[in-house]
């Protein structure tokens, strides 16, 4: 049972084109994340759900469009690609139920590499 | 943004040492880290936390100390094995949710 499960896990695409990535949780978690992570391994948050609601969305370019259908999907739309746009995108989930906010589980990663 | 230009710290140690972990946080409003370990082609995995309320807190193996004061965080492996080889995160989160993470460091693991 994979906890946050993302696809595709890589993905190769020609410049100008649009992609999406997509995100499942099914621990019941209340929050989704997507982070970035460059090529030296700087972990940068993107954007931040909460109960389908956008919390953060970190200066991120507007061809990058998250969507949350429900609180255990979170997908990431990216138009007109760019070189880049090339890194590992990482979905993550959290609770903030209870004592307050807990770690943030992640998935596997999906590699997209821009040509 | 993105760490143009800075390379990734690396950590080597002997099998069997003890190895430490440092990290400067930057905001003095977080009140919940967080040390993640990432092996080669997988995700982040928690390994331990801590609220600012603590100063230390231990896990098996593994102990992380918080020094608010100089906003320090680090994170002790006690006998550390091959496969602790990673790279290892520290996180801070001031609410919100904007979990904010640190540049890393990779820890090498000699046998």
């Known amino acids: 049972d994979t906890a946050v499960s993302q696809t595709p896990k890589y993905l190769v695409t020609q410049m100008g084109n649009d992609k999406s990535i997509k995100c499942e949780q099914n621990l019941g978690h209340d929050t989704m994340y997507w982070y970035k992570q460059d090529s030296k391994k700087f972990l940068k948050i993107m954007f931040s759900?909460?109960?389908?609601?956008?919390?953060i969305n970190e200066t991120v370019p507007n061809r990058f469009s998250p969507k949350s259908p429900d609180k255990a999907h979170l997908n990431l739309h990216i138009n007109s690609l760019e070189l880049g746009d090339s890194a590992v995108y990482f979905c993550?989930?959290?609770?903030?139920?209870?004592?307050?906010?807990?770690?943030?589980?992640f998935g596997q990663g999906t590699r997209l590499t821009v040509v | 943004g993105e760490s143009v230009g800075l390379h990734l710290p690396t950590l080597s140690v002997q099998e069997g040492d003890n190895s430490i972990i440092n990290c400067a946080y930057s905001n003095s409003a977080s009140d919940y880290f967080i040390w993640y370990k990432q092996e080669s082609g997988k995700g982040p995995q928690f390994i331990i936390d801590?609220?600012?309320?603590?100063d230390k807190r231990q896990g098996q193996r593994v102990t992380v100390l918080l020094n608010k004061t100089v906003k320090h965080l680090s994170l002790q492996i006690a006998a550390t094995q091959p496969g602790d080889s990673a790279v290892y995160f520290c996180a801070e989160n001031p609410g919100y949710q904007k979990v904010t993470f640190g540049t890393g460091t990779k820890l090498q693991v000699i046998p």
């Open positions: 801590i609220r600012s309320n603590m």
């Open positions: 993550a989930s959290s609770s903030t139920a209870g004592t307050g906010d807990t770690e943030a589980f």
């Open positions: 759900y909460n109960n389908k609601e956008l919390i």
